[in-house]
């Protein structure tokens, strides 16, 4: 089997788009029984989100279970994450591609990787990002986001599902909520700095509501 790095477009494109998804649906529902086994997790706003649309989810990224949130709270469809390369390439790599994850090979310019998730959006699938573009281990409520989730709507019209998982990710001892805000597109000649800086806000805002006891919002609030 050829590498990553051996693959053209159209190679990349069979092995991360047209890849069965019975696999998925076998990996991910031992997921989903663990998330509810050790995080209680619950849902919100998932009956908003169109059926038969593409969607992009964009979440912030807290930490590693981040996507089995997600992918628990939103099962009708599965989700193509777009994830580091390393973590296909990596010691789990078969897990990683099993669950339909798009590579995106952070030292270069992304090509093959786009045309990717354009294809799976144009296929009306589902396209899973953090625009954080890795885990925020700040201060800070959210890091700066990536223009991935806002440049994908805008090419593929896509619906653009702004989401937040709350919570402190301690097994057994406390729940972790999702929140889905209002799905949107954006139109094709909007300026996406504004549109990027829309779609953090939504999130700030949403995370920010529902993280009263989260303590970077806790020192928010006493400023």
Do not use: C
Request: hydrophobic share 40%.
């Amino acid at each position: 089997m050829k590498n990553y790095d051996e693959l053209n477009e159209e190679e990349f494109l069979k092995r991360y788009v047209s890849a069965n998804e019975i696999p998925y649906r076998i990996l991910t529902w031992p997921m989903i029984v663990l998330a509810q086994i050790l995080y209680r997790p619950k849902a919100y706003g998932v009956d908003d989100i169109p059926d038969d649309e593409a969607i992009i989810i964009a979440t912030n990224h807290r930490a590693a279970p981040d996507p089995a949130f997600i992918i628990n709270a939103y099962r009708k469809r599965p989700i193509r994450y777009m994830a580091k390369r390393k973590l296909n390439d990596g010691p789990f790599g078969l897990i990683f591609r099993l669950a339909l994850t798009i590579p995106v090979d952070r030292s270069r310019k992304a090509t093959k990787a786009v045309s990717a998730a354009e294809l799976v959006l144009h296929n009306k699938g589902v396209i899973g990002i953090f625009p954080e573009g890795t885990r925020n281990h700040s201060d800070d409520i959210l890091l700066p986001f990536k223009y991935g989730a806002v440049s994908l709507a805008q090419k593929t019209g896509a619906y653009l599902v702004p989401s937040v998982n709350v919570g402190r990710y301690v097994p057994f001892r406390s729940r972790v909520e999702t929140y889905f805000a209002k799905p949107y597109k954006i139109a094709v000649d909007a300026d996406l700095d504004v549109e990027n800086e829309k779609l953090r806000q939504i999130m700030y805002d949403l995370y920010v509501e529902h993280a009263k006891d989260d303590e970077k919002v806790k020192k928010l609030h006493k400023q």
